[in-house]
Every structure is written in structure tokens, then in C-alpha cells.
């Protein structure tokens, strides 16, 4: 299909513009105009451009793209190496951010939750990027990390009691601790999310509400490959999720 046929289809399918980000939504490279073959990655790093280019891809989706605001514009370094390769190979690169942490089928929330066995019932929160459910039947925090790492292939770092109940849950992809406090005030049980900062361990303790940080990159790789799977069967597309392992 032609690139800016899907860059339109991603448009409309993820509404960028509704979302107030950190960086660009949509095609961020501009590289061959016929797409046939197409990559999904959590990150834009220089290995899954190599990885995408051994793979014959003719563009690179991922959830954590370029151009961070208040990162250092200029293109030096591995900046420069990045975008030199992607541009000498004619690479497309598609990144959606807090647009494909959203999406109500194919985000990255609501593909955790799948995995997880929680029942989503509703969102809150800035931009509704916190999700709501609950758990059934209701597990202890021990069982519900157990299944945790069973299913994302790593230990989650737990706040809380190992044998509280746990069935009312709040979650966020990804580098969303700071959603925490919004949690608590939802009167749920845990809140889940890939990462943690120090004053979340005493804010987890204080309230009762267990804190589960499951991982960054662990947490934020099942919506870029529903995207991905998603336009292959759409639009007759090769595609191949590939895995740069990050144990954040």
C-alpha cells in the first residue's frame, strides 16, 4: 500500500490529534513511498533498525519514537547515526505515543488488561490514559505478581501486603507513576503500572493501595504488535514484531 495511505488510515484510527504529547504522532521519516513489509518495536533504537532492515522492512512502527520535546535538537551522535540510517535505507518510521497507550482495542492499556485477566470498566485521568477494572475472581497481590511475571517474563517489584485482597485495580502503561495519587482517589485495591519512583513506596504504604511495577518496556510491547497485526490483516501487509530486550 502507499505510505501516505497508511500514515491517513493511522491518523484516523488513532486521533493523534486529540492528545496533548511529548513528542510528534505519526510519520516522524519519511522513506519509500510503497509499503509492503512493516516492522513493530516498542523503540526506535538503532538495533531494531537494523533488525527491521535485515527483516526487509519497508517501515518501522513503534510506540517510543524521536524528537522528545525538551531533549537537544540537534542531530549529533546517536541521534545522528539514527536518523542517518533509517534515511540511507529509505525507512518509513511511524511512532504513536500516548495515542497507542489509549486506544480503547488495540492500546496498550487495554492489551495489558487483556493479558492480565482484568476486566476493564471504565477510564479516568488526564487524557483517560488511566484504566479501571477489576480482577476476577479477586487474587492476593502474591498471585496476581506470580501471573504477572508468568505472562510479561518478568518479576514485577510489588508495594504492599503479599496477602492482600486484591480485585479492584487502576493501570497505566509504561512510565505512569506519577498517576499514582489519581489511583488512590478511585478507591481501587493496586495500581499497576511499569515503573516506580522512591516516594511511591511510602505513598503504597501509607494508603494501603499496593503499587505493582511490572516494567517499562514489559509492559508497553502488546500494543504496537495489535497495531501492527491489525494493519497486516487490513491491508494484506507483511509484519513482524521485533523484540530489543530492555529490562527496564
Not at 36 to 45: E, F, K, N, Q, Y
Amino acid at each position: 500500500m502507499k505510505r501516505d495511505e497508511l500514515n491517513r488510515y493511522l491518523d484516523a484510527l488513532l486521533e493523534p490529534a486529540r492528545f496533548r504529547d511529548y513528542c510528534p504522532n505519526g510519520l516522524q521519516v519519511e522513506g519509500r513511498t510503497e509499503v509492503r513489509t512493516l516492522v513493530s518495536g516498542v523503540s526506535a533504537s538503532l538495533a531494531l533498525l537494523e533488525a527491521a532492515v535485515e527483516a526487509g522492512a519497508d517501515a518501522v512502527l513503534v510506540h517510543h519514537g524521536w524528537f522528545w520535546r525538551d531533549e537537544d535538537p540537534r542531530i549529533t551522535g546517536t541521534r545522528k547515526r539514527r536518523i542517518a540510517f533509517a534515511l540511507e535505507r529509505d525507512l518509513n518510521l511511524f511512532a504513536f505515543h500516548l495515542p497507542l497507550d489509549a486506544h480503547p482495542e488495540l492500546g496498550n492499556n487495554a492489551q495489558l488488561a487483556a493479558r492480565l485477566g482484568i476486566e476493564q470498566t471504565g477510564r479516568a485521568g488526564e487524557q483517560d490514559l488511566i484504566g479501571v477494572g477489576r480482577i476476577a475472581p479477586p487474587r492476593t497481590l502474591a498471585e496476581f505478581c506470580a501471573e504477572a511475571e508468568r505472562r510479561l517474563e518478568r518479576a514485577p517489584l510489588a508495594i504492599g501486603e503479599a496477602e492482600q485482597r486484591i480485585e479492584r485495580i487502576a493501570w497505566c502503561t509504561g512510565g505512569a507513576q506519577g498517576f499514582f495519587e489519581s489511583a488512590i482517589a478511585l478507591g481501587v485495591d493496586a495500581y499497576l503500572t511499569g515503573e516506580i519512583s522512591e516516594q511511591h513506596t511510602h505513598l503504597a504504604r501509607e494508603s494501603g493501595v499496593a503499587f505493582v511495577a511490572a516494567g517499562h518496556h514489559a509492559t508497553e510491547r502488546f500494543g504496537v504488535q495489535a497495531l501492527g497485526a491489525h494493519l497486516a490483516a487490513r491491508f494484506g501487509l507483511e509484519h513482524h514484531f521485533i523484540d530489543v530486550p530492555n529490562p527496564v
